[in-house]
Every structure is written in C-alpha cells, then in structure tokens.
C-alpha cells in the first residue's frame, strides 16, 4: 500500500510538472486541463452578523457575466473565520476551513461547477484527536490530511490528523514535544518527503494584532519521512515560517518558505547524506503572508501583508536571488492564486478579522508579463458592495 501511494503521487507529480503546472497545490490533486472558467472565494461576513459563504466569480473571459459574483453559497453560521480551503485528490469536493467555530464544510462543486452545494458539515472534526483550529487541507489519495493550529483547548500542543474524503476520521498526527507549532503542508513523493511549518495558536491569533504576543510563535520547519509520518528534522528559520513551497524542478530537493515575523524568504535544500539544512535566502517587504510560484519554479510571488505591496522574485539562482518587479493593488494583499500557466494571478486582501486595518475588500488580477506583474484594470470584484454588507474573501481556487 505504502509502495503504491508513492509511486502514484510521484507519477502525477511528474504528469502535472509538464501538462499543466497548477502551483502550490497538493501534487495528488487532479489537475485542471483548461483555462480557468470560475474563481472560488472563502469568505466570512465583515461584522459577523450575517452568515459566511463561498463566492463564485466568473472568469471565463468570453462569458457576458465575467468578473461577477454569480452565486453565493451560504455556509448557514457565522463568525467561523473561514480562511483555507483545499480540492480533495478527485477534484470533486472542497474542504472548506475555519479558525474560530474549527467547523469543515465540505462542498460539492462537480454536479455543477457555477453552483456548488453544502454537502455536510463537520463539527470540529479535530477533537477525536485533541486538536482544533483547522488550517490547511491537504489531499492524499483518497483521504485529507489537515494541520491544527491549536489544541482542543486553544493552546499547545497541536498536530495533524488523516480523513477519509467524506469526513471519517483515520488517525492522529502529533508534533514533537520541543517543536509544537502547527500550520502549512508540503509533500514531494517522489523523495518521500513532507515538510511542516509554524504559526500562533487559538489563544494568541484571537486578539487584535497589537495584543498578540509574538513570542508564542514558532521558528522551526520540520521535515518529515512521508511514507511512515515520521519526523527526522527539526530545522531553524525566521519567526514565524509559513508556507510550505518545494521546488517543481525534476531531481530538485529544496523548497521554500515565508517567514512572517523577520520579513524574509528561507530556503532548505537537501544533502547528499539525506539531511536538510536551512538558510536565508533574501529580505521582503513586511509582513509576508503568501508564497506562490511560477510553473516554471523561476519566481515566486510574495504577499507583504504589511507594506502593501507583491513582490517577484527571479529564484533560478539560489545563490542570487533578485527582485524582479513589485506590484501594489491595494491595502495589505495577503492571497495570491497563480494560473496553470502562470500567466494569471488572481489577489485577495484578508488576512484575519483581528489584523486587518482596511474595511476595503476585493478580489483582483494581476498578468505576469515577461517584465513583470501587471494589474488589470478590467477585471476587480469589490467585497464591500454585497447585500449582507462587505465581507472578507481569503483563499482562492480555480474550477
């Protein structure tokens, strides 16, 4: 079975490297064989007196509706800080997350891609194994595997834990005692590799950002034997590394990482004798929140949640990274989604409702030009003129 799951995902791995690159989602996912026709927004209601939903925009160029919210899925609650979301490895159904109610709403968008359904809801699913505060989904074959932000109680330790595709619990996923941050996801099958990163838990990212204590972050990324779960490295980067991003290349064995509290990209490469070393790669503008990647793995995309801006770095030289060009679309971009082939970026602007400075919510595009990203002025949703009042789009995936 073992030998199965790593030969399938590395597979795919390699078919998605030269079909169609979609980025920084799981290697066992499905991929979309054609241009993008809808734009999937996890969002949650502003002042939290209406409930959340997903926002569906057209993107399809040629459609009269394009640019539009053409339906709203209503999450029936409120006040769930809907933040990730992922595709199951079919590409059927979506686990969509939430930080404060640790509710997970799986939706249907393959009976009708334009109108996805409610199709159950999962009352803290973390709680069979002593974890809440959902964060990332991240599909297995078959299963989902989601990382924890906190314990059951709204502090340490947290974990990860597996899940059938409908929700059925499987096991629990613990972190070691000295390194008990949760957050990102990253697999490479191919080299039996899964690398883990560290944010804050309940407790702390519930206060407004002022009172957060920013001690009580973590500072490590872990690197994992894929196969048996096992971690062998606990290794060293700037406070707060959050995502998780392995190179493309074929016979890479590096990836990449955000580090929040140091405004900083970090690197970790593999060596000959199989271990892992980390390194700090460049300086970024405040407050990265998002790390996305060209196809190609030649740049990659940085939110800076705190200096308004998304940063291009041309990363072919890893000895020499360059910033290649910077775009601002607005008050602190945090999510960015990058087109199968990389042309297009699609932006939002929350991060959580107890950091963000702006009531000014939207969705945009950026093209990514040969010299750079380039904002579109035909194309922007605007957040703030809903019938339920603004609301705060997150993550993003293409259908």
Excluded at 101 to 113: E, H, W
Aim: glycine share 8%; proline share 6%.
């Amino acid at each position: 079975m073992r030998f199965t799951v790593l030969a399938f995902g590395a597979i795919i791995f390699a078919c998605s490297a030269t079909i169609h690159a979609e980025t920084c989602l799981s290697p066992f996912v499905k991929r979309l064989d054609r241009p993008e026709k809808f734009l999937y927004v996890w969002c949650v209601d502003a002042d939290a007196k209406d409930n959340d939903f997903l926002a569906v925009i057209d993107v399809d160029k040629q459609s009269p509706s394009y640019s539009k919210i053409i339906h709203r899925l209503d999450v029936g609650s409120k006040g769930n800080e809907t933040h990730h979301f992922g595709y199951t490895d079919d590409r059927a159904h979506i686990w969509g997350l939430t930080l404060f109610s640790s509710r997970v709403f799986l939706i249907d968008v393959a009976s009708d891609p334009a109108k996805p359904k409610l199709v159950k809801v999962l009352d803290n699913p973390g709680a069979k194994a002593g974890f809440a505060s959902p964060h990332t989904p991240y599909a297995l074959p078959g299963r989902m595997l989601i990382s924890f932000l906190s314990a059951r109680d709204g502090g340490l330790p947290t974990g990860l834990a597996e899940f059938t595709n409908d929700g059925q619990f499987i096991r629990r996923i613990g972190l070691p005692k000295d390194a008990p941050y949760g957050y990102d996801v990253a697999i490479r099958p191919d080299i039996n590799r899964m690398v883990t990163s560290q944010f804050t838990y309940y407790d702390n990212y519930k206060k407004p950002l002022a009172e957060m204590d920013f001690k009580s972050f973590g500072s490590d990324i872990l690197v994992w034997d894929f196969r048996e779960r096992k971690v062998l490295q606990k290794l060293k980067t700037g406070g707060s590394p959050l995502e998780c991003r392995w190179s493309r290349k074929e016979g890479a064995n590096h990836g990449f990482t955000n580090c929040l509290l140091e405004s900083s990209l970090w690197v970790w490469e593999g060596q000959k004798d199989g271990s892992c070393t980390t390194r700090k790669l460049c300086d970024t503008g405040k407050l990265p929140v998002d790390l996305r990647q060209s196809p190609d793995d030649r740049y990659l995309f940085v939110s800076c949640f705190g200096s308004d801006e998304i940063q291009q770095w041309d990363v072919s030289d890893l000895k020499n990274p360059k910033l290649f060009s910077t775009l601002k679309p607005g008050v602190h971009p945090n999510m960015m989604h990058v087109t199968g082939d990389g042309k297009r970026m699609y932006i939002s602007n929350s991060l959580l409702s107890t950091a963000d400075r702006t009531q000014d919510f939207w969705i945009k595009l950026a093209h990514v030009t040969p010299e750079g990203m380039k904002l579109d002025a035909n194309f922007g949703v605007d957040l703030t003129k809903l019938k339920t009042g603004p609301a705060r789009g997150h993550d993003m995936l293409l259908n």
